[in-house]
């Protein structure tokens, strides 16, 4: 595997997840396979779990690791080709990406939806630019569209905890202050529909997800209703995608914060969030301190969906 944005550079899906629980077993097994090569992971925007946990998986494959935080010690980049640059950008993308290529093996980027074009954003711009120029293989740390490596950490803890086959997962919209991007839920939804799960996402009226996300997923209005005989309720809050409001908020309806009455109503659902998480406006303090709550769990299994991930891309070099 060359590079890493979306589920289907996976290859067999099945087969991933059988690496990924090998690895959990044993994560020290493949120290070799990782020496003498460098990752240089790239942040555009700040993270907690993608940086520690993609930090931790590189060393346990034995590689050196370099961290670059954009905005914070590095020159501010122009991004667009034909800007006369008398601003505040000295340095152009063009010339950053490749240099940075020269001193590593892989390199992983997080560069979020910006929210100024949706052509941009759903073009994975930032993305592509690193892939075409920097001759170095390239995963996504979290783009604009997607978030694979938080999507196949979430599908290992439910195949972790599911206790049928055939689970009821439900993605539900929930409120936030701010417009955030798609790129989480996108990616769960690409994930869910990778798998013969059923697979339900509700929101309220406006904020739609891309089609070419929602896949074969049922849509559902009412959240009670979504809520009904769920073994997984998976929440995030997005922004809205259709025009004209892409990037916007359009209603913060406190209605829509998963409350444990609203939990009632499943399977005895497992509660799941990507974090980091807004209390008492995604999900109350009760569910999330319930043992229902598996949000521990899920970010621990970052640390083995980034080793699953840089194990296959380690192989390829
Ligand atoms: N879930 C996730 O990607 O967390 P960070 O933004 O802290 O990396």
Redesign the pocket.
Known sequence: MRNFTNVHDLGNLQQALKEAFEIKKDRFRFTELGKNKTLLMIFFNS?????LSTQKAAMNLGMNTMVLDVNQGAWRLETERGVVMDGDKPEHLLEAIPVMGCYCDVIGVRSFARFESKEDDYSEKMLSEFIKYSGRPVFSM?GATR?PL?SFADLITIEEYKKTARPKVVLTWAPHPKALPQAVPNSFAEWMNATDYEFVITHPEGYELAPEFVGNARVEYDQRKAFEGADFIYAKNWAAYADPHYGKVLIRDMSWTVDSEKMALTNDAYFMH???VRRNMIVTDDVIESPQSIVIPEAANREISAQTVLKKMLKSL
């Open positions: 993270s907690l779990r993608t940086r979290e978030h938080q990507c974090l980091p």
